[in-house]
């Protein structure tokens, strides 16, 4: 099984819709993050918590909410899913301490929105 | 603000080796990330340079200039698996790896 899981792995929904992607990981980290990556581009960062009390925003949150509800998930919500929001969604964990430059990724969402 | 810039693609042969390079601004620094994704897959960690200087992992091997601003990922003996995006990463935030990507270096190894 993953260390890093994520779920849907592929969403076709609606403008107007909410959507939630959900996370969970296995491998006892405590910080989690929330990319996105549109075709050809790199990864932006769009929420990251470094623990179940701590949510951040981080280069894109518009339109976009999260919940960590426990350690081990991480969850992504669209409240009105608009086009643009097209994309490949990734989950990652970090280690808990030190710079090790390591995040560990999901295999993706995803998600089209029509 | 943070930015980086890596060459958007790279072709080379089997065999042969290849840089990419990286150049970042930034407001705090602390490690550049270097990062493989294959078409549809997930990013996966390569290497890591938190000080000056050249990392070695087999045959990928990273480079840190701080005072330039600058990285770059080396792979030798290409092979064809080796055709994928690379993606350098900058952390800059020492308590909790607070990491920004680069827009993506796609190579492409020929036979």
């Known amino acids: 099984d993953a260390d890093v899981t994520q779920t849907p792995r592929n969403r076709i929904t609606k403008t107007g819709k909410r959507i939630m992607l959900e996370c969970s990981q296995t491998?006892?980290?405590?910080?989690m993050y929330w990319y996105r990556q549109d075709p050809g581009l790199g990864l932006q960062l769009i929420y990251y918590?470094?623990?179940?009390?701590?949510?951040n925003k981080g280069e894109i949150s518009d339109g976009y909410s999260v919940s960590r509800q426990a350690q081990a998930k991480f969850s992504l919500s669209l409240e009105s899913a608009i086009p643009n929001q097209t994309a490949l969604y990734f989950c990652?964990?970090?280690?808990?301490?030190?710079?090790?430059?390591?995040?560990?990724f999901g295999e993706g969402s995803r998600l089209t929105v029509l | 603000g943070q930015s980086l810039e890596q060459p958007s693609e790279v072709t080379a042969v089997e065999g042969a080796i290849v840089q990419i390079n990286c150049t970042y601004q930034?407001?705090?620094?602390?490690?550049l990330s270097w990062y493989q994704q294959h078409d549809g897959g997930a990013p996966t960690f390569l290497s890591y340079?938190?000080?000056?200087g050249l990392e070695e992992t087999g045959r990928f091997s990273s480079f840190l200039s701080r005072s330039d601003s600058y990285g770059y990922l080396l792979l030798q003996e290409l092979q064809m698996k080796d055709s994928a995006s690379y993606f350098c990463?900058?952390?800059?935030?020492?308590?909790?790896?607070?990491?920004?990507f680069g827009p993506g270096t796609r190579l492409s190894v020929l036979p």
């Open positions: 990652a964990t970090g280690a808990n301490s030190g710079n090790t430059g390591e995040l560990f």
């Open positions: 491998k006892g980290h405590d910080r």
């Open positions: 918590s470094f623990d179940v009390k701590d949510i």
């Open positions: 930034t407001s705090g620094f602390y490690g």
């Open positions: 340079n938190g000080l000056d």
């Open positions: 990463a900058v952390t800059f935030d020492n308590y909790g790896q607070n990491f920004v």
